[in-house]
Nanobody
Framework: VQLVESGGGLVQPGGSLRLSCVAS????????MGWFRQVPGKEREFVAV???????HYADSVQGRFAISRDNVKNTVYLQMDTLKPEDTATYYC??????????????????WGQGTQVTVSS
């Protein structure tokens, strides 16, 4: 499975961005699709996931501000990010896997990763 992210950029605090991740080479609808983010010197952290069943889970830090969705016809997963804060600045990575519910936030549960897209929140 190949994953290609897009949609990152520079945005002011309080602004919005929508990230997209297009998948190819696998059965997209069977995978849980997640978003993670990483800043230099820190571990990659969980942001959100949408399971094959379309149930969603979010990190506490983004709950209520971010929304993950998927289009199984377009083989695409989206991350709508609203009310962005400077601490949301990071490289955002799309990931695909079949995570079990008890470990859904664990990056080791995801087999495939995109190359990342940079999000910078700054005035």
């Amino acid at each position: 499975v190949q994953l290609v992210e897009s949609g990152g950029g520079l945005v002011q605090p309080g602004g919005s961005l929508r990230l997209s991740c297009v998948a190819s080479g696998g059965t997209f609808s069977s995978y849980g699709m997640g978003w993670f983010r990483q800043v230099p010197g820190k571990e990659r952290e969980f942001v959100a996931v949408i399971r094959a069943t379309k149930t969603t889970h979010y990190a506490d830090s983004v709950q209520g501000r971010f929304a993950i969705s998927r289009d199984n016809v377009k083989n695409t997963v989206y991350l709508q990010m609203d009310t962005l804060k400077p601490e949301d600045t990071a490289t955002y990575y799309c990931a695909a896997g079949r995570p079990i519910l008890s470990a859904i936030r664990d990056r080791k549960m995801y087999y495939y990763w995109g190359q990342g897209t940079q999000v910078t929140v700054s005035s």
